[in-house]
């Protein structure tokens, strides 16, 4: 079995978890960043002061097996109003095991070991960090909520103070076969898991051949109007070493869905000639779903599709 690390963290890499755990050539561990403050594991975040669970149980989940009475728990999430209003079974659960173990990533470890996972997640820290970033206004930028809300072009991002991986992180990547970066929000869940030291030197260190699954759409407040190539050269410059192959989508987007898109900044990430030198695979990976949350249709990329791509990419 070959030994492949993913980076990310919330939606889009626990979709490509859900194709790769199909392919039983790959020993899969996902690192995944800890520095959400959205929703439920904002608020355990700061009324718990542990690391936020969000998207490590989302990843936690997308490696259980789906019909699992236990796995549909740790999914659910209370919609009532009252004390849990919008808060996860999942993420209720690892803030407990955290207080009963005294570890963040040891609680994880614990309920992956519970749903009998077909993988390994880590959390990339156990410690707490809020992200920084600077705009070309001028303007600095605090946290992910402060991200979100810019209205120009992100220049630099860093963390309020230095953090360091876990051991298992840091192992896994010198280990690995083959390493994936996202698909994943670029800022906000890709390039935070770099921010920690210790990972841009064991991956540099490592020869495997380095994937990234670039998003289909771009995002406000952190990517709009950013090309592939734009995208490729953020991740390689905190990474401080290079990409060698890159995975892309070339489906049309249907005409209503692109213009409520627009309408909310975003638009397809075009796939420019500066990236096309390293080995890029573009194919039709685009797949529509109804958000749970919301209960609109949203852009996806196709697990299977990715899966099977990965699959030839590491062989």
Same mark, same amino acid.
């Given at each position: 079995m070959k030994d492949i690390v993913v980076i990310g963290g919330g939606t889009g890499l626990s979709t490509l978890l859900r194709?790769?755990?199909?392919?039983?050539?790959?020993?899969?561990t996902a690192v995944v960043t800890i520095t959400d403050e959205g929703g439920s594991?904002?608020?355990?975040?700061?009324?718990?002061?542990i690391p936020p669970p969000g998207d490590v149980r989302n990843n936690i989940v997308a490696l259980a097996e789906d019909e699992n009475l236990l796995t549909q728990l740790i999914?659910?999430?209370?919609?009532?109003?009252?004390?849990?209003?919008?808060?996860?079974?999942?993420?209720?659960?690892?803030?407990?095991l955290?207080?009963?173990?005294?570890?963040?990533?040891? =609680?994880?470890?614990?309920?992956?070991?519970?749903?009998?996972?077909?993988? @390994?997640?880590?959390?990339?820290? !156990?410690? +707490?960090? /809020?992200?920084?970033?600077?705009?070309?206004l001028g303007e600095t930028l605090i946290g992910e909520k402060g991200i979100e809300r810019n209205r120009g072009k992100i220049i630099y991002i860093t963390t309020n103070k230095r953090f360091s991986a876990i051991p298992e992180v840091i192992m896994a990547l010198k280990s690995a076969r083959g390493i994936v970066f996202g698909p994943g929000s670029l800022y906000t869940s890709i390039i935070p898991n770099i921010l920690a030291d210790g990972v841009p030197e064991a991956?540099?260190?490592?020869?495997?051949?380095?994937?990234?699954? =670039?998003?289909?759409?771009?995002?406000?407040?952190?990517?709009?109007?950013? @090309?592939?190539?734009?995208?490729? !050269?953020? +991740?390689? /410059?905190?990474?401080?070493?290079?990409?060698?192959?890159?995975?892309?989508n070339s489906e049309g987007i249907p005409e209503t869905l692109m213009q409520r898109y627009a309408e909310q900044g975003a638009e397809p990430v075009r796939i420019d000639s500066a990236a096309i030198p390293r080995r890029v695979s573009i194919e039709?990976?685009?797949?529509?779903?109804?958000?749970?949350?919301?209960?609109?249709?949203?852009?996806?990329?196709?697990?299977?599709?990715?899966?099977?791509?990965?699959?030839?990419?590491?062989?």
């Open positions: 194709g790769l755990k199909n392919i039983r050539a790959f020993r899969l594991s904002g608020t355990i975040r700061e009324e718990m002061h999914r659910y999430r209370f919609t009532d109003t009252g004390v849990f209003e919008n808060h996860s079974v999942g993420n209720i659960v690892l803030a407990a955290t207080k009963i173990l005294g570890s963040f990533p040891e =609680a994880v470890m614990k309920l992956s070991d519970v749903l009998a996972i077909q993988g @390994t997640v880590y959390p990339v820290s !156990s410690q +707490i960090v /809020r992200l920084i970033a600077v705009n070309n991956i540099a260190a490592n020869p495997c051949r380095k994937v990234y699954v =670039a998003n289909i759409m771009t995002q406000m407040g952190e990517t709009l109007g950013m @090309t592939l190539s734009d995208h490729v !050269s953020e +991740i390689e /410059r905190y990474l401080g070493s290079p990409l060698d192959d890159l995975i892309a039709k990976l685009l797949k529509l779903v109804v958000d749970d949350r919301d209960q609109l249709l949203k852009v996806r990329h196709d697990e299977i599709k990715l899966a099977t791509i990965l699959k030839r990419i590491f062989s």
